[in-house]
């Protein structure tokens, strides 16, 4: 039997603007085990690297969490501005 993935992005666009917010939903199985240094990134099409990143936030803990248990997440990415713009 295949192993559940540990996370789980949900509702993720197709293109992205950098002047605007995005709002990254996630869930986690319970198999996820948090660390201090647990980082969502947003990246170019076609990365080859995590050092080439356009921009990341850290993933924290939500408040209540049980170890062990599943749970739903989001993270908030700010707007930069940029005459980019960003294929997922």
Not at 63 to 76: M, P, Q, R
Request: glycine share 6%; charged share 15%.
């Amino acid at each position: 039997m295949d192993k559940q993935a540990a996370v789980v992005f949900r509702n993720v666009g197709q293109l992205y603007f950098p002047q605007t917010r995005v709002e990254c939903h996630y869930s986690l199985s319970s198999e996820h085990q948090w660390s201090s240094s647990d980082w969502i990134g947003i990246f170019e099409m076609g990365w080859s690297s995590l050092k080439l990143y356009y921009t990341y936030t850290w993933a924290l803990v939500p408040d209540g969490y049980t170890e062990g248990t599943s749970v739903n997440c989001c993270s908030l990415f700010h707007g930069k501005s940029s005459a980019r713009h960003f294929k997922i």
